[in-house]
């Protein structure tokens, strides 16, 4: 089954402690991206990556960072955690072009 | 820059037509989404049309583009409880990066 999917869905953690959000896709897609979503502000790309080894910001990227080693696999890095960064956050592939897949989404709480 | 906006709520009886709107600032959109999303659940492709056409049309979901006043309607006939949820509208350019508005979210009662 074609899918993305992101661990952990859920994550409760203290600030400063250095969290990873880890997506995967099986479809072989170039393009991948994480957002975040936030009440009234719908969804805001945080990082994306058109392909391995090659990333670049989005529009809301302070405090994240992320790798593409792999094709598959595009993890969201939190070094250091603040409150700021409680969110919904979606991660999402396609083809260049194409439509959109979205993972489940990881609901991120920062105490 | 590129805004897209969305007013936040709407309410529908059931067996009614609901219609979202969506307008956006960038006239160099190339294709216009609608997503749907469930509770606790991703974002779910809907519907898209590209900036040249002015109506797309899949069952029960309608399109409709005015590209002179940048506005995007999804309309969805015969609304069922299970079209509960909330709507986004995005829009992206020649590139993969989306623009999503604020949601909307749709609540259907019987």
């Known amino acids: 089954e074609a899918q993305v999917t992101q661990n952990p869905r859920y994550l409760i953690t203290v600030t400063g402690k250095k969290l990873t959000v880890t997506c995967s896709q099986n479809?072989?897609?170039?393009?991948m991206s994480w957002y975040r979503q936030d009440p009234g502000l719908g969804l805001r790309q945080i990082y994306y990556s058109m392909n391995v080894e090659v990333t670049d910001k989005g529009d809301v990227p302070e405090g994240y960072k992320v790798s593409r080693k792999e094709k598959r696999n595009f993890p969201l890095i939190l070094e250091s955690p603040s409150p700021n960064q409680t969110s919904l956050y979606f991660c999402a592939s396609s083809h260049q072009g194409t439509e959109q897949y979205f993972g489940p989404g990881t609901r991120l709480t920062v105490t | 820059g590129e805004d897209v906006e969305q007013s936040l709520f709407l309410s529908v009886r059931e067996g009614d037509s609901s219609v979202i709107n969506c307008t956006y600032t960038?006239?160099?959109?190339?294709?216009l989404y609608w997503y749907k999303q469930e509770p606790g659940a991703g974002l779910q492709l809907l519907t898209y049309?590209?900036?040249?056409?002015d109506m797309k049309q899949d069952q029960r979901l309608t399109v409709l583009l005015n590209k002179k006043d940048k506005h995007l309607s999804l309309r969805i006939a015969d609304t069922q409880t299970g079209d509960s949820a909330i709507y986004f509208c995005a829009e992206s350019m020649d590139t993969d990066k989306l623009i999503f508005g604020t949601g909307t979210r749709l609540q259907v009662f019987p």
């Open positions: 479809m072989n897609h170039e393009y």
């Open positions: 960038d006239s160099s959109s190339t294709y």
């Open positions: 049309i590209f900036s040249n056409m």
